[in-house]
C-alpha cells in the first residue's frame, strides 16, 4: 500500500470522529469583533493548539498578540530536497446576529439533510479543520508527510487580521514556505470545483454626522438647523451613481484593466442573473452595464454602506431632528489600488461635499490589499489535479470578490504565493443566519489535501 493510500484510508476510517472534534471547535463562540467575546476567542485558539498537537505537528504553540492569538505547529522532516507547504485558516468567525433568523442556534452546530448547520462551519473552521485531518492522516496512517508543513491558523481574520500584519514581517524566517494553501473559498457548485486566482482587497471606515448637541423638536427648529441623517444620506447618495459606478475622483485611476483573455477566463464561470437571484432573493440583479456579472463580482471595486446607526427606531414616532448619526463603509478593491491612497481620496472628497451645517468624521478601520495569483507555478497544477481527481472536473479558475488578507502579506513579506482551493458552496451563507458546510465537501475536501500533498510533494 502506498503512503497516500494509507493516508486515505486513515481519513476515511476516522470520518466520524473528525466531525465530532469539529462540531465542538464549532461551539465555540469566538467571534474576534465583539470584546465580550475575547475569552471564546482564546478558548478556541486552545482548541486549535489541542487539535493540532493531537495531528502529530510539532512546534505546537499558541502565540499571544495585542488581540487574538496565532497558533503555529510544523513537521519538517520531509528533507531540504521537499518543498515546504505553509497551511493559513482561521478559527474567528462573523458574529451570529440577529440570533432568532438561525433554524438551530448558531453555536450548536446541527446536521440536517447532509449539511452541518453552525457559525464558522463553512467560513473557516471547518475548512481549516479538514486541512489539519488531511496532514494527520498521513502523519498517523503513514507515518510520515510527502513535504515539509506548517501551520498558521489566525483568530483576527474577521476583522482585518491586524496581529498577523505584523507578525508576518517580523517572523520571516518561522513562516518562509513555497507556498501558502488556504482552504476559505466556495466551489461553483458541489460538482464543480475551482481555484481562486484573485480575490479583492478592502478599505473600511466609520462615518459620524453630528448636528445640533441635542435632539430636537422638528417643527421648532425644521428649516433652520440641518439634519445629520438627511445630511448623511445627502452624502451617501453622491459616493455612487444609480448603477453603482463610484463617483470619488481618482477611485478609478490604478483599476488594473481587464485584458481580453482574462476576460474570457472569467466568462467561464457559469452564472448569470438568474442564478445570483435565486441566491440572493434579490428583485433584481443590479450593477454596472459595461461589465459583465462575473467582472461585477470579482474583478470591479465597489462601495457599499454597511450600517446606519441613528435617530429613532423605537415604536411608534418621534418628530425630532437627531443629534448624530454613524454609518459603517466598505470598499472591495482591486489590483492595483492601494488601501492607503484610497482612504486619502475617500477622506479628501468626503470633506469637500461635507455641508458646513453638520460635522463630519471620518475613521479608518483598515486596509488590505488585492491580489492576483501567478497561476502557472507547480503548486496549482498539483492542486488541479488533486481537484480533478476527487471531483471528476477539471477546477475553473476564478477571481472571487471577498477578500482574505493574507494573502497579500504574504506576496508583499514573503513573496509566497497561495492556492486558494476552497469547498465551500456559494449558498453557505456564510456571514449570514444558518451559515452551513455540505458534509459530503467535508470528506471530499478532506481527500482533495491528502492528493494535492502527494501530488505537490512528489
Ligand atoms: N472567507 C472569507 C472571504 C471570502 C468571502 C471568500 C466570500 C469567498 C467568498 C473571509 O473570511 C472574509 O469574510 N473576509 C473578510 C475580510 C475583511 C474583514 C478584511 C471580507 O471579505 O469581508
Ligand atoms: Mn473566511
Ligand atoms: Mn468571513
Same mark, same amino acid.
Given at each position: 500500500?502506498?503512503?497516500?493510500?494509507?493516508?486515505?484510508?486513515?481519513?476515511?476510517?476516522?470520518?466520524?470522529?473528525?466531525?465530532?472534534?469539529?462540531?465542538?471547535?464549532?461551539?465555540?463562540?469566538?467571534?474576534?469583533?465583539?470584546?465580550?467575546?475575547?475569552?471564546?476567542?482564546?478558548?478556541?485558539?486552545?482548541?486549535?493548539?489541542?487539535?493540532?498537537?493531537? #495531528?502529530?505537528?510539532?512546534?505546537?504553540?499558541?502565540?499571544?498578540?495585542?488581540?487574538?492569538?496565532?497558533?503555529?505547529?510544523?513537521?519538517?522532516?520531509?528533507?531540504?530536497?521537499?518543498?515546504?507547504?505553509?497551511?493559513?485558516?482561521?478559527?474567528?468567525?462573523?458574529?451570529?446576529?440577529?440570533?432568532?433568523?438561525?433554524?438551530?442556534?448558531?453555536?450548536?452546530?446541527?446536521?440536517?439533510?447532509?449539511?452541518?448547520?453552525?457559525?464558522?462551519?463553512?467560513?473557516?473552521?471547518?475548512?481549516?479543520?479538514?486541512?489539519?485531518?488531511?496532514?494527520?492522516?498521513?502523519?498517523?496512517?503513514?507515518?510520515?508527510?510527502?513535504?515539509?508543513?506548517?501551520?498558521?491558523?489566525?483568530?483576527?481574520?474577521?476583522?482585518?487580521?491586524?496581529?498577523?500584519?505584523?507578525?508576518?514581517?517580523?517572523?520571516?524566517?518561522?513562516?518562509?514556505?513555497?507556498?501558502?494553501?488556504?482552504?476559505?473559498?466556495?466551489?461553483?457548485?458541489?460538482?464543480?470545483?475551482?481555484?481562486?486566482?484573485?480575490?479583492?482587497?478592502?478599505?473600511?471606515?466609520?462615518?459620524?454626522?453630528?448636528?445640533?448637541?441635542?435632539?430636537?423638536?422638528?417643527?421648532?427648529?425644521?428649516?433652520?438647523?440641518?439634519?445629520?441623517?438627511?445630511?448623511?444620506?445627502?452624502?451617501?447618495?453622491?459616493?455612487?451613481?444609480?448603477?453603482?459606478?463610484?463617483?470619488?475622483?481618482?477611485?478609478?485611476?490604478?483599476?488594473?484593466?481587464?485584458?481580453?483573455?482574462?476576460?474570457?477566463?472569467?466568462?467561464?464561470?457559469?452564472?448569470?442573473?438568474?442564478?445570483?437571484?435565486?441566491?440572493?432573493?434579490?428583485?433584481?440583479?443590479?450593477?454596472?452595464?459595461?461589465?459583465?456579472?462575473?467582472?461585477?463580482?470579482?474583478?470591479?471595486?465597489?462601495?457599499?454602506?454597511?450600517?446606519?446607526?441613528?435617530?429613532?427606531?423605537?415604536?411608534?414616532?418621534?418628530?425630532?431632528?437627531?443629534?448624530?448619526?454613524?454609518?459603517?463603509?466598505?470598499?472591495?478593491?482591486?489590483?492595483?489600488?492601494?488601501?492607503?491612497?484610497? #482612504?486619502?481620496?475617500?477622506?479628501?472628497?468626503?470633506?469637500?461635499?461635507?455641508?458646513?451645517?453638520?460635522?463630519?468624521?471620518?475613521?479608518?478601520?483598515?486596509? #488590505?490589499?488585492?491580489?492576483?495569483?501567478?497561476?502557472?507555478?507547480?503548486?496549482?497544477?498539483?492542486?488541479?489535479?488533486?481537484?480533478?481527481?476527487?471531483?471528476?472536473?477539471?477546477?475553473?479558475?476564478?477571481?472571487?470578490?471577498?477578500?482574505?488578507?493574507?494573502?497579500?502579506?504574504?506576496?508583499?513579506?514573503?513573496?509566497?504565493?497561495?492556492?486558494?482551493?476552497?469547498?465551500?458552496?456559494?449558498?453557505?451563507?456564510?456571514?449570514?443566519?444558518?451559515?452551513?458546510?455540505?458534509?459530503?465537501?467535508?470528506?471530499?475536501?478532506?481527500?482533495?489535501?491528502?492528493?494535492?500533498? #502527494?501530488?505537490?510533494?512528489?
Amino acid at each position: 500500500m502506498s503512503n497516500l493510500d494509507k493516508a486515505l484510508a486513515y481519513a476515511a476510517a476516522n470520518q466520524e470522529a473528525n466531525l465530532n472534534e469539529l462540531i465542538d471547535l464549532l461551539r465555540i463562540p469566538s467571534v474576534s469583533t465583539q470584546p465580550e467575546r475575547a475569552k471564546d476567542v482564546q478558548a478556541a485558539a486552545h482548541q486549535v493548539v489541542h487539535i493540532l498537537t493531537q #495531528a502529530g505537528l510539532e512546534n505546537v504553540r499558541l502565540i499571544p498578540t495585542p488581540l487574538h492569538p496565532l497558533v503555529y505547529g510544523d513537521w519538517l522532516h520531509a528533507g531540504p530536497d521537499k518543498p515546504t507547504l505553509l497551511i493559513y485558516g482561521h478559527y474567528d468567525v462573523q458574529p451570529a446576529e440577529p440570533f432568532d433568523a438561525w433554524e438551530s442556534p448558531p453555536f450548536e452546530p446541527t446536521i440536517r439533510d447532509n449539511y452541518l448547520y453552525a457559525r464558522g462551519s463553512s467560513d473557516d473552521k471547518g475548512q481549516t479543520h479538514l486541512n489539519i485531518k488531511a496532514v494527520e492522516a498521513y502523519l498517523k496512517g503513514a507515518g510520515t508527510l510527502p513535504l515539509n508543513v506548517k501551520f498558521i491558523i489566525e483568530g483576527e481574520e474577521e476583522i482585518g487580521g491586524p496581529s498577523l500584519e505584523q507578525f508576518i514581517p517580523a517572523n520571516q524566517s518561522l513562516l518562509q514556505a513555497d507556498v501558502a494553501l488556504v482552504s476559505d473559498t466556495a466551489m461553483v457548485s458541489s460538482s464543480q470545483p475551482s481555484l481562486v486566482y484573485g480575490l479583492r482587497g478592502l478599505y473600511a471606515f466609520f462615518l459620524d454626522v453630528t448636528g445640533p448637541d441635542h435632539d430636537l423638536h422638528s417643527g421648532a427648529y425644521g428649516g433652520a438647523v440641518n439634519n445629520p441623517i438627511n445630511a448623511l444620506a445627502h452624502i451617501i447618495s453622491q459616493l455612487k451613481d444609480g448603477e453603482g459606478k463610484v463617483l470619488i475622483p481618482g477611485f478609478y485611476d490604478r483599476v488594473r484593466p481587464l485584458s481580453d483573455e482574462e476576460r474570457g477566463l472569467l466568462a467561464q464561470y457559469p452564472r448569470d442573473d438568474a442564478r445570483v437571484q435565486k441566491e440572493t432573493g434579490a428583485p433584481q440583479i443590479w450593477g454596472e452595464a459595461k461589465f459583465t456579472l462575473n467582472e461585477r463580482m470579482g474583478a470591479r471595486p465597489t462601495l457599499d454602506v454597511n450600517g446606519i446607526i441613528g435617530g429613532y427606531t423605537e415604536v411608534g414616532t418621534k418628530n425630532i431632528i437627531p443629534s448624530t448619526v454613524h454609518a459603517k463603509l466598505s470598499i472591495r478593491l482591486v489590483p492595483d489600488q492601494d488601501p492607503g491612497e484610497i #482612504a486619502h481620496l475617500v477622506q479628501q472628497y468626503i470633506q469637500q461635499i461635507a455641508p458646513p451645517s453638520v460635522k463630519v468624521q471620518i475613521s479608518s478601520r483598515g486596509g #488590505a490589499p488585492a491580489s492576483i495569483t501567478d497561476f502557472s507555478i507547480p503548486a496549482m497544477q498539483a492542486a488541479r489535479q488533486a481537484l480533478a481527481h476527487v471531483f471528476g472536473r477539471e477546477p475553473i479558475l476564478m477571481r472571487e470578490g471577498g477578500s482574505i488578507p493574507v494573502v497579500g502579506a504574504f506576496q508583499e513579506h514573503l513573496g509566497m504565493e497561495t492556492i486558494l482551493m476552497g469547498f465551500g458552496l456559494p449558498d453557505d451563507r456564510i456571514h449570514s443566519p444558518n451559515e452551513r458546510f455540505y458534509l459530503p465537501n467535508y470528506t471530499r475536501g478532506t481527500e482533495t489535501v491528502i492528493r494535492f500533498l #502527494a501530488a505537490y510533494g512528489g
